[in-house]
Each structure stands twice: as C-alpha cells, then as structure tokens.
C-alpha cells in the first residue's frame, strides 16, 4: 500500500511569483487535507477536498486554491507569492472526510520564498 | 473555535526515563484530540487518538495519553524513553463532526544517552 506523496520535496520562488504544490493521496482515500507549517510553529489547516469539492476552508487568503481531481489526487496553488508563505506544505489524505478517521500525513515540500 | 496550549517548547530527558508532555486545549463544543509525531525532515505520523471511551489512550511506540474533561488536558507519557523518541511532538483536537485539525506549538523531545 502506497502511502500519501508529495512533489516537489523542495521549491525556491521568488516574491509575487505563483507555484503549485501536488497530492497523491494514499489508495483509496477520497479526502485530502492541506496543511501550512511555518518554522518553529503547529501546522495550520488551509482548506480540504473531499470527492473533488471543497469541504472547509481555514483562515487563508483567496490566493492559495486547490483542486482535487477524479483519482483523488490533489493541487495546491498559491498566487502572488509573500515572503511569509516560506514553510513546510503538508497534504494529509483519509478515507472520508468524518473527524473520526485518521488522517495520513505525507513528507510535505518545503517552499522558499525570496 | 478551538486552541491547544502545549506547555512545554522543550523537553530534555536522559534515555529509558519517563516523560510527559502537557497538552492544554480550549473549545466550546465537543472535540476529539490527537497525539502527532514529527521526525526530522519527515511528515506527521499519528501516536495515538481520543474519540470517546476510556479516557487512557494507548498509542505506538509505548506512548499513552489520558483525557481529562474537567482540566480540558491530554497529556501524553512514556515510562521509559529511547533514542529514536528524539522528534517534535504535536497535540491537536477537531471538532466532532469536522476534520479540521487544529495543532499546538509542538514539544521538542529531546533525549540525552
């Protein structure tokens, strides 16, 4: 059983530039989660996807967006790049969306910003 | 809204020592709670969780946690710490219908041969 991947594992921008982070999701799991952990701090929730529709959505500018597609397997995008956008992006994906089931974290890609 | 306090930044302990580390959280509705391990360089694994029951949890790699509703606590222990405990360890809750996490600052165990 393949575990939940992300790509790239590491991501330099520059300041005002747009990047898109990728989600492959653990097999059979149709909700994926999107986390932002900046350096020294807890990872915070941006937004979740579950069957291709978003599901909740935290505290987060409308320049970071997502996409889920039919494989379940999952974009993140931010536009407009900030020098605070710098941190490790985590994608966790479960089995359905109930706070009940465990979330599967993957191994995150980290991005810089300058 | 919910928030999780972890008391404790860092956490240094010589090896085959108990710990605990604290966890604190504050919500207005009923929550589920979390335990999280972070190696370095690596994603979250889950240690164990608290959905309702016996209020001693027991999780991977011999932790254990116990939930605490009048303190609103879910404190996580060890007996004997190895090594490879060396890792950032987060507290986290959701909402019981929602799947949001909402994580603490995280505790850096720290263990010292």
């Known amino acids: 059983e393949t575990g939940v991947t992300q790509s790239p594992t590491h991501l330099i921008k520059t300041r005002g530039q747009q990047v898109t982070l990728r989600c492959s999701s653990q097999?059979?799991?149709?909700?994926v989660s999107w986390y932002q952990q900046a350096l020294g701090q807890g990872p915070q929730f941006i937004f979740q996807y579950y069957r291709e529709e978003e599901n909740g959505r935290g505290n987060f500018p409308p320049r970071f967006s997502g996409l889920q597609f039919p494989n379940y397997s999952s974009e993140l995008n931010v536009n407009a790049l900030e020098l605070d956008d710098s941190a490790l992006y985590l994608c966790?994906?479960?089995?359905?969306?109930?706070?009940?089931?465990?979330?599967?974290f993957g191994p995150g890609t980290r991005l810089t910003v300058l | 809204a919910q928030s999780v306090t972890q008391l404790d930044s860092q956490v240094p302990v010589f090896e085959e020592a108990p710990v605990e580390l604290r966890c604190n959280y504050s919500?207005?509705?009923?929550?589920?709670l979390f335990w999280y391990v972070q190696y370095p360089n690596q994603g979250l694994q889950l240690l164990l969780k608290?959905?309702?029951?016996?209020?001693l949890v027991k999780g991977i790699n011999g932790f254990e946690a116990e939930f605490n509703k009048s303190q609103t606590s879910f404190h996580l222990r060890k007996p004997s710490v190895h090594i490879s405990d060396t890792a950032e360890y987060f507290c986290?809750?959701?909402?019981?219908?929602?799947?949001?996490?909402?994580f603490g600052q995280g505790t850096r165990l720290t263990i010292n041969p």
């Open positions: 986290a809750v959701s909402e019981k219908g929602a799947q949001k996490l909402v």
């Open positions: 919500s207005s509705v009923s929550v589920y």
């Open positions: 966790a994906s479960s089995l359905e969306w109930a706070s009940t089931d465990t979330q599967y």
């Open positions: 097999s059979g799991h149709n909700t």
């Open positions: 608290y959905l309702s029951g016996s209020t």
